[in-house]
């Protein structure tokens, strides 16, 4: 059983002061599960490493089953672009929240991941980027415009800087009601983590995933 002592706890102010600085309707646009979920999880990732592709293609669909679906954890993503090793990182961020912006934020969250092995090694990625509102039902001027906006570009800034203000030094990293789980871990480590964040929010022993 992992122990909320063996994570790596960060001295900081809660993150959601930190990383919910925006307005809360960009977040919306970014989350999954139920408002009124007991537990929060601040995933701080980057489209272009492949331990997140590795998260977010094998692991996060059993957590959305398990624990986001039946309301358990409400679930968020802020983008953690390491522009200094992913030279499209943040071109890749900024076309999901333009997707946001037209509430397909996972559809093409999900591409992204899904294609990384074929953009990430581009010369100029911006093409394919574009090419991919089709596939996920994009208006395309709106979408343009979005990334021609200044504002688009200072957004991902502040989900990065918030992002290290909380402690996050590399990806993924979760912020989990207080702690931070560093690393693409397998299921069975988000299980115990989440089960017992869980219990100790309901004020109940530890059960499995999708007990309510």
């Given at each position: 059983m992992v122990e909320l002592r063996f994570w790596v706890w960060g001295a900081m102010t809660l993150v959601p002061l930190t990383l919910s600085a925006q307005s809360t309707a960009p977040l919306e646009t970014r989350s999954k599960g139920s408002p009124q979920a007991p537990v929060t999880v601040y995933e701080m990732s980057d489209f272009?490493?492949?331990?997140?592709?590795?998260?977010?293609?094998?692991?996060?669909?059993?957590?959305?089953?398990?624990?986001?679906?039946?309301?358990?954890?409400?679930?968020?993503?802020?983008?953690?672009?390491?522009?200094?090793?992913?030279?499209?990182?943040?071109?890749?961020?900024?076309?999901?929240?333009?997707?946001?912006?037209?509430?397909r934020f996972?559809?093409?969250?999900?591409?992204?991941?899904?294609h990384q092995e074929t953009w990430a090694p581009l010369k100029e990625a911006g093409p394919f980027?574009?090419?991919?509102?089709?596939?996920?039902?994009?208006?395309?001027?709106?979408?343009?415009?979005?990334?021609?906006?200044?504002?688009?570009?200072?957004?991902?800034?502040?989900d990065a800087e918030g992002a290290a203000r909380s402690g996050a030094s590399s990806t993924p990293t979760f912020y989990i009601e207080g702690g931070l789980l560093e690393g693409a871990q397998p299921i069975t480590v988000f299980r115990q983590v989440l089960d017992s964040v869980y219990a100790s929010k309901k004020g109940t022993g530890a059960r499995g995933p999708g007990t309510r």
């Amino acid at each position: 059983m992992v122990e909320l002592r063996f994570w790596v706890w960060g001295a900081m102010t809660l993150v959601p002061l930190t990383l919910s600085a925006q307005s809360t309707a960009p977040l919306e646009t970014r989350s999954k599960g139920s408002p009124q979920a007991p537990v929060t999880v601040y995933e701080m990732s980057d489209f272009q490493c492949p331990y997140c592709r590795e998260f977010a293609l094998q692991t996060f669909p059993q957590l959305e089953r398990d624990y986001i679906r039946p309301g358990k954890v409400r679930w968020v993503f802020i983008n953690f672009p390491l522009t200094s090793i992913h030279q499209h990182a943040s071109a890749a961020a900024e076309l999901a929240l333009c997707a946001g912006e037209q509430r397909r934020f996972w559809p093409v969250h999900d591409l992204l991941f899904q294609h990384q092995e074929t953009w990430a090694p581009l010369k100029e990625a911006g093409p394919f980027f574009v090419s991919l509102a089709d596939s996920a039902r994009l208006s395309k001027p709106t979408l343009l415009a979005c990334l021609e906006s200044p504002e688009t570009r200072k957004r991902v800034r502040a989900d990065a800087e918030g992002a290290a203000r909380s402690g996050a030094s590399s990806t993924p990293t979760f912020y989990i009601e207080g702690g931070l789980l560093e690393g693409a871990q397998p299921i069975t480590v988000f299980r115990q983590v989440l089960d017992s964040v869980y219990a100790s929010k309901k004020g109940t022993g530890a059960r499995g995933p999708g007990t309510r």
